[in-house]
């Protein structure tokens, strides 16, 4: 949205300068998390919802009757405080589906009301769909316009995924064998960080050559591990580890041998990068990986549109094999599964083996695998997806399942 700033003397900019830093600390969510797209199912649940409403058996136990929306809040939060499910982000809307045309059009300052009736529950804004917008800040006689960051509510804080989309790359066997690789450090140094000067050659047929015209850029990864599918024990893929980036100096190429040594012929110069970033120390044999231009990546929860019956596979970045609230985790789904960004699914801990002893002849038994929180994909390949915990009430083990949150 655009606010109409007008300026005219030296104080009056000052006056300028002080509003827009105050609107940009109370309206601190970026423009780019707001655009998230609505599906078509989650219109059609709203458009239903918004008919009838909830029942009251889905409001959560503690539902205020009024709450006053504040800089910070994000759709799931304020779907947790109403509904017993947050992820069934789009009852919530469709509860105030007549004041609020948007979803992800909610703001600070607005009012929301809880109305209970016939068994059913819904939402009101108070007040109207004007007070939905940040004010007109004037400074005058002259007229400037500046686009201030938009203040709509995020369905989930993006910052707690943001570290990982760069790190976890799946590839196939082939796959990082074939990448350029760091082949010398200067002064003949074991390890290399950041800051510090390496030497790569690109694979038989492909060198690295700095012929772009602009910067190019690298991760480095090392160690493809193997991901198996904790059911059957196949390999999904190969996760790669990663270390670090690097930019391309100077392309590799040859020489020829110069004074009396004429023996060696022709020899190879490997290319020149600069480590601009070390997650961990960078090691020879480590190996370079285009870096992909940034995606701007949003994230609307919602349940599967089908079944789903998956296991996790790992916890990425952990050598231990339990998982807490906002880590990643591995899980062996992906798109050709129809996994996508954005799907929300329920994590089962397993039922503990016992026997019982209750008679005279001990019986082996197994309890019901039972709830233990939420995970959100984020990220997907073709058979493996990664995805954030959102919440738990017990420690998350490589193995446990994955099905539909209803």
Do not use: C
Not at 21 to 37: D, E, K, T
Not at 67 to 95: H, Q
Not at 196 to 211: I, K, S
Not at 382 to 390: P, W
């Amino acid at each position: 949205m655009t606010t109409h700033l007008m300026a005219t003397s030296t104080a009056a900019l000052g006056k300028l300068a002080t509003l827009t830093a105050i609107a940009s600390a109370l309206l601190s969510v970026p423009a780019w998390a707001q655009h998230y797209s609505v599906t078509p199912t989650q219109k059609q649940t709203a458009s239903e919802v918004a008919q009838k409403g909830v029942p009251l058996k889905e409001l959560a136990a503690n539902a205020p009757e009024r709450y006053t929306i504040k800089s910070g809040d994000t759709l799931w939060a304020i779907s947790r405080l109403y509904l017993k499910s947050p992820w069934r982000w789009p009852e919530l809307w469709g509860m105030n589906l007549d004041d609020i045309k948007n979803p992800h059009r909610i703001y600070p300052g607005q009012v929301l009301v809880l109305e209970r009736k016939d068994g059913m529950a819904s939402l009101k804004l108070e007040g109207t769909a004007e007070t939905a917008e940040p004010p007109t800040v004037r400074v005058s006689p002259r007229t400037r316009y500046a686009l201030l960051g938009d203040s709509s509510l995020p369905t989930l804080r993006s910052h707690l995924i943001e570290p990982f989309l760069a790190e976890p790359v799946v590839v196939n066997d082939a796959g990082l064998k074939s990448a350029p690789r760091i082949v010398s450090a200067v002064e003949s140094r074991v390890l290399i960080t950041r800051g510090d000067r390496a030497y790569a050659r690109g694979p038989e047929g492909a060198p690295l050559l700095d012929d772009q015209g602009k910067d190019q850029l690298f991760r480095i990864f090392r160690d493809a591990e193997a991901l198996k599918d904790p059911d059957t024990g196949e390999i999904l893929g190969y996760e790669a580890h990663y270390v670090g980036k690097a930019v391309l100096v100077r392309s590799e190429g040859t020489t020829a041998s110069e004074g009396r040594d004429t023996s060696r012929g022709n020899e190879f110069v490997p290319a020149t990068i600069d480590i601009v970033s070390a997650k961990e120390e960078i090691r020879v044999g480590d190996r370079l990986l285009p870096e992909p231009a940034r995606q701007i990546q949003t994230y609307t929860p919602r349940a599967p549109e089908g079944k789903v019956d998956g296991r996790i596979v790992s916890v990425y970045g952990n050598a231990v094999i339990n998982a807490g609230q906002n880590q990643v985790v591995a899980i062996n789904r992906g798109t050709e599964d129809g996994m996508e960004p954005g799907v929300v699914l329920a994590i089962l801990k397993d039922g503990a083996r016992k026997e019982d002893r209750t008679e005279a002849s001990p019986t082996a038994i197994k309890l019901p695998d039972e709830r233990n929180g939420l995970l959100m994909v984020f990220r997907t390949f073709e058979r493996v997806s990664y995805a954030l915990i959102l919440e738990i009430t017990d420690g998350v083990r490589t193995g446990d399942r994955l099905v539909n949150p209803r």
